[in-house]
DNA sequence: CGGCATCCTCTTTGATACTG
DNA sequence: CAGTATCAAAGAGGATGCCG
């Protein structure tokens, strides 16, 4: 199994002797972005990893706790993973990793794999509600396997899997135009330009979107 | 070469892309904290380490836009390593992992070796200037191979390698109660009972150490 | 010395097939 | 559905050699 430690009384080399190992933060993150789910929709959320691997995984990161499991009684009638505490904790760094990575998503290339809920990371990241006193607004992105929705709730921005009712703006099209719009990479002009159709007003996107058509940072 | 990408249109997974192969983050840990580094401090910073993997290393990191070398002229005469831009835009990402990984902190192991620079980390986390129109103070840390100076700077804590002159206040002992100390996890006497020395008065460690005598937080 | 490259062994990963 | 079993390929760890 893989336990192997870097031996080192360092806060940094011990987090990695956690955390480190091939797929794991990637499995963190999909039970972050999905919460509690069976082996099954794990597997189809990391296209690329071996079913022996998710198996070992899920061992170790449930013997160094932040994992859980249980039997889910019928009608679901199967094993629920999802995340402790302390994985919970774990939200942060992949912010973080999100933000730091996010500048990478330039060019996506043909031998990618994209699924929706992936767009959690750079959007909690990067958007803020610059107006927390008015009236909620919520956003539809329709990118890829499943629609997405991001509201504003309690002063924050949420950005979560599911479609809404009646939003005050959608977003379509291809996942690159869309985080570079979110980003701020890009503005609505270039972002419309590389395919993206946006549905209502552009009121809700200035409010959330922290840098609205500005310089690029790293 | 250690080229396997994950495939994903994903933020974090393109981060772990570049950064989450074995001992990449600790290179990094190293350079962030020491600057520019001759390839055998490195191997020193880096118990464990082969050889082999350290410059394998440092080319993909290099190739990646990480980590830049170039050969210093006469009289230091050798090539240093050290981060770009981007490279440093990881600190944000370390000083999260030191704050994930502080609590596993708790008992050092036999085999585990111990660098005081590694302190960096946690102690940037953990403290804060809590009054920075007072004059700065400095504070030493004798522990481990060399000594430290955690000290106030334009309202924020720095920590760095060297010693100082007249330190406000020194802290002497192991590694384990000096990090309980100062991320508040113990009190002044439950350090002074695991064998910490104050010397000076502790005004200056009140001032910096986020929540003094508190309760601990995962 | 400093900065690697080679060789060898062992462990981890990836791909696929199979099972209660 | 939720994994195990098997096996080839790649990566990690350790020792040592080489060259300016």
Known sequence: MGVRSYQQYCAVAKALDVIGDRW???????LMTSGPSRYTDLLKGLPGIATNLLADRLREMEKSG????WAAPPPVATTLFDLTARGQALRPLLEELGRWGAPMMGVPQISNVFRSHWLVFPF???LVDKTPDEPPVKIEVRTGDEPMVIETVDGKVRTRRGAVESPDTVLEGKPGPILGLL???LDIAEARQRGLVVHGSQKALRRVVGNWGGAQQV
Not at 24 to 30: A, C, G, P, S
Not at 66 to 69: E, P
Request: hydrophobic share 40%.
């Open 24 to 30: 794991t933060l990637l499995i963190v993150r999909e």
């Open 124 to 126: 909690d990241a990067y």
């Open 183 to 185: 980003s701020g990479r």
């Open 66 to 69: 932040i994992v859980r499991s």
